[in-house]
Every structure is written in structure tokens, then in C-alpha cells.
């Protein structure tokens, strides 16, 4: 074999086996960053869950004080500025 054809040999390699590292890494890293995604997106649905558990507590205690308490509109007397005494 001659020097060139030695050569190009060991240059079509190199770059072969440099092709092959990178696509591995470059699969490694978009693995890496859509799983980071799926636990940007389990996260998101536990706050939601919260939100709404926070959300069905707080409705919960508005009708259980509703039972408890007679709630009247103020403004349904002269803008709530009635008269004391007329």
C-alpha cells in the first residue's frame, strides 16, 4: 500500500469512528434533555393538583361558612351608606 492510499485510509477512519463518538453523545444529550422535559412535566401536573386540592378546600370552607353565617349584600342599601335612624 502506498503512503496516500495509507493516509486517506487512517483520515476516512478517524473521521468514521469522530462520526460515530459524536452521534452517540449527541444521542446522550437529547435522552438526557427530554427527560428533563418529562420532569418538567410531572412537576407542573403536581402543582396543578395542589392548586386544585388548595382551589376544592377553600370552595369546601366558603359553603361551610355560608351555612353557618347569614351573608347580606351591603350595597343593596343606598350604595351600603343607608341612614342610621330615618
Known amino acids: 500500500m ?3 492510499s495509507k493516509l486517506t485510509l487512517l483520515g476516512t477512519s478517524l ?3 469522530g462520526t460515530v463518538v459524536f452521534v452517540h453523545y449527541q444521542q446522550k444529550a ?5 427527560h ?3 420532569i418538567r412535566d410531572m ?5 396543578k393538583r395542589e392548586r386544585q386540592a388548595d382551589f376544592d378546600l377553600q370552595r369546601a370552607l366558603e359553603a361551610e361558612y355560608k351555612k353557618e353565617q347569614t351573608v347580606r349584600d351591603g ?3 343606598n350604595g351600603g351608606l343607608g ?4
Open 83 to 86: 341612614k342610621v335612624g330615618s
Open 15 to 17: 473521521f468514521a469512528l
Open 43 to 47: 412537576e407542573q401536573q403536581r402543582l
Open 2 to 4: 502506498s503512503r496516500a
Open 75 to 77: 350595597s343593596s342599601n
Open 36 to 38: 428533563q422535559g418529562v
Open 30 to 34: 437529547e435522552q438526557g434533555a427530554m
